[in-house]
């Protein structure tokens, strides 16, 4: 079992739609979750970072169930530019801030 | 602010020869750089842990003999793909943790090897 399962995708939208992903994780003493953006042939940029509180930027919303080991991200009014792969990272429970991706879900929105 | 850099960009080479790519944090000093490499429609895969001044921390089935890091400072790690063949092409990414975020990793842009 991978230790960061995402639905790769792809997600094709109209623009100005809701999307969701989701993501578990195998570790449950991990400590940190986030969200990364990528875009093709470029570097994971960091998206925002995931609350056991569920936390909001702007269009985006991020959920965290440690109970079910589940991540999600939420993106609504979606624009053409958020069209990218959405890596779900989860850090390892050690003190060595080692980050775990998923294999990313990829988001296309179209005109 | 945080801002890491890498060189190459990208790089073509022979099977055999050597390369080395560095990984630099411009505006503050790393504690900690990683390595991964990225093979095309997968996700990123750590390969080494890389602490300033002392021996990098390699993952399950990375040899250490093969891909050699050096972190001789705060803001300087290199890695050298040593006898390349072409199934070391891939996108290698580093990226520095440091400074006030110490959680926060920031990436570097990659490095693309391919070799021939």
């Known amino acids: 079992r991978k230790e960061v399962e995402q639905d790769p995708g792809p997600f094709n939208v109209p623009e100005g739609a809701t999307v969701a992903f989701n993501c578990t994780y195998s570790?449950?003493?991990?400590?940190?979750f986030f969200w990364y953006r990528q875009d093709c042939r470029k570097e994971p940029k960091l998206l925002m970072s995931?609350?056991?509180s569920g936390n909001e930027d702007g269009r985006f919303t991020a959920q965290l169930n440690r109970a079910s080991q589940y991540i999600s991200l939420l993106i609504r009014d979606s624009k053409l530019s958020d069209s990218a792969t959405y890596l779900c990272v989860v850090n390892t429970e050690d003190s060595s801030y080692k980050l775990i991706f998923g294999s990313g879900t990829r988001l296309l929105v179209r005109p | 602010g945080a801002v890491v850099s890498q060189h190459p960009s990208w790089v073509i080479c022979k099977s055999g020869t050597s390369v080395k790519i560095e990984c630099r944090s411009l505006?503050?000093?790393?504690?900690?750089m990683f390595w991964y490499r990225q093979f095309p429609k997968q996700s990123l895969m750590l390969m080494a842990t890389s602490n300033e001044g002392s021996k990098a921390t390699y993952e399950q089935g990375v040899e250490k003999d093969k891909f050699l890091i050096n972190h001789a400072s705060l803001t300087l790690s290199t890695l050298t793909v040593t006898s390349a063949h072409p199934e070391d092409s891939s996108f290698y990414i580093c990226s520095a943790r440091g400074g006030l975020a110490v959680d926060t990793q920031y990436f570097g842009p990659g490095t693309r090897l391919t070799v021939l």
């Open positions: 505006d503050f000093q790393a504690t900690t």
């Open positions: 570790n449950s003493a991990s400590q940190s």
């Open positions: 995931v609350y056991s």
